[in-house]
């Protein structure tokens, strides 16, 4: 679940995302100052919650994290306006540093790999389809989950590569709005002090 507010550009509005929405037609319903949105085959996939500010005071910008005390608040809100749906808290990380035990070609591409990326039995292992060049083995990696949302907004849900499943995407230094991030392709790799399985928090 991801929660994002930015009252300069989007108003006094706070955006839950519960779900992918795969591009699918969306309707819409408020009560309130609550809209929830669902896809046509009625999968939740967001909220809006509107003048959040007057019970939820918020100032960062972006992504935000949000306390277990502060999803009840927004439930009493979902209650208030009629809604019978809750959101459930989620405290775990969604970039974490990972490391690459296995990187294979893409048996259908001529520059993706697949990989499978350990996180030392802090999260269940994971494939991950890449395309930097610089993807091998034994690296260690900074790897945005099912979940995330990334500095530019893009958000991180399983999918597909020409066929093979990917959970997650292995993220450059560039994509990470790192300070001083080179502009050639690749991804990150990271030092061997990084402890793999350990939160990478974005500054």
Not at 12 to 27: G, H
Not at 81 to 90: H, I, M, Q, V
Not at 120 to 143: M, T
Request: contains cysteine.
């Amino acid at each position: 679940m991801i929660f994002a507010y930015n009252k300069a550009h989007v108003g006094d509005c706070l955006m839950v995302i519960c779900a992918n929405d795969k591009n699918m037609e969306q309707t819409v319903e408020r009560k309130g100052n609550v809209a929830q949105i669902k896809t046509v085959d009625g999968t939740i996939v967001g909220y809006n919650f509107f003048e959040v500010s007057t019970y939820l005071p918020l100032t960062a910008q972006g992504q935000v994290k949000l306390t277990q005390e502060q999803v009840d608040v927004l439930n009493e809100e979902l209650q208030k306006s009629g809604f019978e749906e809750r959101l459930t808290y989620d405290a775990s990380p969604k970039f974490m540093v990972g490391f690459v035990k296995e990187c294979v070609p893409h048996p259908d591409s001529d520059h993706l790999s697949i990989t499978q990326i350990d996180f030392d039995g802090k999260h269940e292992s994971l494939q991950i389809v890449c395309g930097a060049p610089n993807i091998r083995k034994n690296l260690k990696v900074v790897v945005a989950l099912p979940g995330a949302m990334m500095p530019d907004g893009m958000m991180i849900w399983p999918g597909e590569l020409r066929g093979e499943k990917s959970f997650g995407m292995i993220c450059s230094a560039r994509e990470l709005q790192l300070p001083n991030a080179p502009m050639k392709r690749g991804i990150l790799e990271l030092g061997p002090d990084a402890v793999v399985g350990s939160e990478f928090v974005l500054a």
